[in-house]
């Protein structure tokens, strides 16, 4: 059976993805910065679903460590999840956070990524499923950092995407909007338009099988964001959004 | 965030903090917050009981940790329901020891009620099964406790209401069974009189309950539906049936749409529910055999089915008498039918003898009934309070929301050690809720 890597499991939507393709009969890499963290998780998928689970240490920004990494997994599929979100305002007066934002969602993504298409391509078959956010679709100034992190990594998923399709390589851009999580339970979300963790798994899940290239979820935020991206940008200055 | 929550009574209504956690160290750092707090589950208690200004929600801490299916011994985190573990445990041939009658419960929510099934004069309530389990206290300690380890403060976290601490772990015994199907039968009863001996002469099937019909009056007063069932073996079971002995039922369901106008429900309309469901078993005794799932859940088919009972919600008033207050029973149902409020939920049973320091569950009969909230419903339930206590029963905490906290005091001769045990470890009273304030079990401030 094939081996699916999520890099993130400690997230809820990074759990949630894990058990889908768990549930679906795939192995499972769980990979996050505290694998610790992760045996409940690990017993839950080994009870429920009988494949095999397994726990890694993975640090996104220690780059130097991600190519020694992947050479011991060698998944079938590669998903990440992982993401560091600040206050925008703290991050706006403190470069260090923004850093760490950037090179978490962005210049760590690419770095991994690299390395799983690289091999992918070799092997002339494989899947890449990138978790970016509809956040990336257009700048503004409540997701300043946090946005064009998003926007340079759904850039670099389109362009790996379109390097390795002769190759036999399907790569998958995620752009998920409200999801209801540890993350986002002070705010307050509008129910129609937040998905649960477990939504956005099988949304995932399905898009995956089907192929599909960008996927938004739910579906209608495809709607909203192309509404968004095609207001003037003199009158989307002014806005606040 | 702040936002309004309530439980499955849907009365009464509070704004909450509510938070989740998934790790450990996460909940230890809700614990250790400031501002008191209760832990919640599904939300599945009717009352008050889960509910405060800060709440800490377990439903993402759900996980599995082991399982022996050759021992039959299943361990998780808290935040689990049972219908997830039935899920993982059925098509391997074992049953939970003890199930209320709905599946969308947490483990933890089931042992902080020490929950009772239909099997109750056979295999006690859930505590009873329960291996050990690991309590946070609210100084952010973790205690295990078993029936040989820290014995006091297991028994007092058994339908300790989640005073004592966040039970955060829990190992229980599992039940051995052959298929998922139940061998049912089903007895009308005339009259309360010909129920009581029923109960009796049916004593050994492991499965027993009754629906009453309260609102009738004279000789069928007390008509009711004797619900009795055995776990099936495979030689038990129709054709189609054993091709999958072990079938997982269907999770096919329906929502109650809305809250209905509270004026749909009156005598009329419980009366004419009450002459159907009555009515629906034409025979004296029916046989058959049935997944587990109509059997034991038969309301989760419908979920929200609480809408029935409109905006303003419904309490559950259930109620045990020792066995030889009968008269009690019958003065309680006749006080119910003259006043005219009958439920739809009208459940009886018989209760087995059982150890208990907190828990709800003594010999005798337990009576279960819906009503919904209307203005003179919470006097009137002081006033079969008053009969409870006459009568020298006592109410079930997972489904108040009301009493007055000397019922409390008379029904439970325990409920002082009880106090000093949840003092012990919840100095503070940093772990709360609306109804531990009500009924005063943690200092009022």
Known sequence: METVLVLGATSDIGMAIAKKFAAAGYNIQLAARKPELLGPLKSDIDIRYKVDCTLHAFDAVKYDTHAAFFDALKPDVTITIFGTMYEEEDAFNDWSLAETMINTNYTGAVSILNIAAKYYIAQQKGAIIGISSVAGDRGRASKLIYGSSKAAFTAYLAGLRNKCFKDNVHVMTVKPGFVYTRMTENMPLPKPLTSTPEEVADIVYNGFAKKKNTIYVKWFWRYIMLIIKNIPEFQFKKMKL | ?445
């Not at chain 2, 609102?215 to 495979?234: C, D, N, P, Q, Y």
């Not at chain 2, 088919?301 to 109620?319: E, M, S």
């Not at chain 2, 207050?325 to 309680?332: F, N, V």
């Open chain 2, 1 to 445: 965030m702040i936002k309004p929550i309530a439980n499955w009574g849907n009365y009464p209504v509070i704004e909450s903090n509510e938070e989740s956690f998934v790790f450990d160290e996460q909940l230890d750092a809700l614990i250790l917050k400031e501002q008191p707090f209760i832990a919640r589950g599904n939300g599945r208690c009717y009352g008050d009981a889960s509910l405060a200004d800060r709440t800490i929600s377990t439903l993402k801490f759900n996980k599995i940790l082991s399982f022996d299916a050759a021992a039959g011994v299943f361990e998780c985190q808290s935040g689990i329901t049972l219908d997830q573990i039935l899920t993982v445990i059925v098509p391997q041939g074992w049953f939970l020891p003890v199930t209320p009658g709905t599946k969308f419960v947490t483990i933890g929510g089931a042992l902080a009620s020490d929950v009772h099934g239909k099997n109750h004069h056979v295999d006690g309530s859930i505590s009873n099964h329960v291996l050990d389990f690991d309590l946070v206290l609210a100084s952010g300690d973790v205690i295990t406790c078993s029936p040989s380890v820290n014995p006091d403060l297991f028994e007092a976290t058994c339908g300790g209401m989640g005073l004592t601490g966040v039970i955060s772990r829990v190992k229980f015994r599992l039940k051995k069974i052959e298929t998922s199907f139940i061998k049912q039968k089903q007895i009308k009863a005339a009259n309360l009189q010909e129920l009581i001996e029923l109960f009796d002469t049916y004593k050994d099937y492991t499965y027993s309950v009754a629906w009453i019909d309260c609102l009738k009056k004279g000789e069928h007063f007390g008509r009711s539906i004797l619900m009795l069932g055995e776990h099936a073996t495979v030689n038990e079971l129709g054709e189609n049936q054993r091709t999958n002995p072990l079938k997982l039922p269907g999770n096919k369901q329906i929502t109650f749409p809305i809250n209905m106008p509270s004026w749909v429900l009156n005598q009329f309309t419980v009366k004419a529910f009450n002459f159907l469901y009555y009515g629906k078993n034409f025979k004296k005794e029916i046989n058959n055999v049935v997944s587990y799932e109509p059997f034991f859940y038969p309301l989760d088919k419908v979920l929200h089915w609480n809408r029935l009972y409109g905006k303003k919600g419904f309490v559950q008033y259930q109620f045990v008498l020792p066995l030889d207050a009968k008269q009690g029973l019958i003065e309680i149902l006749t006080r119910i039918s003259d006043e005219g409020l009958g439920s739809f939920l009208a459940v009886l049973k018989v209760f087995g003898k059982q150890k208990s320091m907190i828990s709800f569950p003594k010999e005798g009969y337990t009576l279960a009934l819906d009503f919904p909230v209307r203005g003179n419903l919470l006097a009137f339930l002081d006033e079969l309070d008053e009969l409870v206590l006459k009568y020298k029963g006592r109410l079930y905490m997972s489904k108040d929301a009301r009493m007055k906290p000397e019922i409390l005091v008379a029904g439970y001769p325990e409920l002082e050690k009880f106090k000093s045990i949840v003092k012990k470890y919840n100095p503070d009273g940093k772990i709360r809720s609306a109804q531990s304030d009500r009924l005063l079990l943690t200092d009022t401030k």
